[in-house]
């Protein structure tokens, strides 16, 4: 392949990159060694963010291909790119690796094709990632809705045991006389009790289940 081949192909895979991008970052790099250029390079790969050296009459050839607007005297120097699909990822990863190492410099940017300079990529850096922000709102909802899922199986607890109880009114209305032979009542999450005229008193029975009751209502002396 000729070299003009090979400046036409590098020239393509700048605009594509732009274009499957959401944010763009130009970096100067000047100072960068291999160790720290090895590890951003990493980091990016790591967190799908395509990061390119390419030569600066390239790039001012495929971003006027791309009939977008910039500044020329941006590409004075060297000049690497980060390509990122979300709108902070490659604004952090470059501008938290100049903080850590103090050596390169944002020259700007791209943010959902609008043209970004230096400070507003350093803003853009701060803001959380979106799946932090989706883990923060989580957190924050986590409780609320642990509280109302807790609520709401307590009254989904209350309903079932009363229609539980429903299912047996006319047996327990029957015997609501405590002087009837079969008197039994059903009280507290589903003990059954009994009246005992001799003790005066109630009688736990030692069957908790309700559905148990029908038991006690084929053997009584009911009608």
Request: net charge positive.
């Amino acid at each position: 392949m000729g070299a003009i081949e090979q400046k036409k192909q590098i020239v393509s895979e700048i605009k594509e990159n732009f274009q499957n991008a959401t944010s763009v970052v130009f970096v100067d790099y000047r100072g960068i060694n291999v160790s720290e250029d090895t590890t951003l390079r990493k980091q990016c790969t790591e967190s799908e963010v395509v990061y390119k050296v390419y030569k600066n009459n390239l790039m001012i050839r495929a971003l006027n291909e791309l009939g977008v607007s910039f500044d020329p005297k941006m590409f004075e120097g060297t000049t690497s790119v980060a390509f990122a699909k979300d709108e902070v990822t490659a604004a952090k990863l470059v501008c938290d690796t100049i903080k850590k190492i103090n050596k390169m410099q944002v020259k700007f940017g791209y943010v959902n094709g609008e043209l970004a300079d230096a400070k507003q990529i350093e803003a853009l850096s701060k803001i959380p990632s979106k799946p932090v922000l989706v883990s923060m709102l989580l957190g924050v909802l986590q409780g609320p809705v642990s509280a109302l899922a807790r609520a709401l199986n307590e009254i989904s607890k209350k309903e079932a045991f009363k229609l539980r109880q429903d299912g047996y009114s006319e047996f327990v209305k029957k015997s609501a006389n405590k002087d009837h032979p079969t008197y039994y009542c059903v009280e507290e999450k589903d003990n059954i009790y009994r009246w005992d005229k001799a003790l005066k008193k109630k009688v736990l029975v030692r069957l908790s289940a309700l559905n148990k009751l029908e038991e006690y209502r084929k053997n009584s002396t009911i009608s």
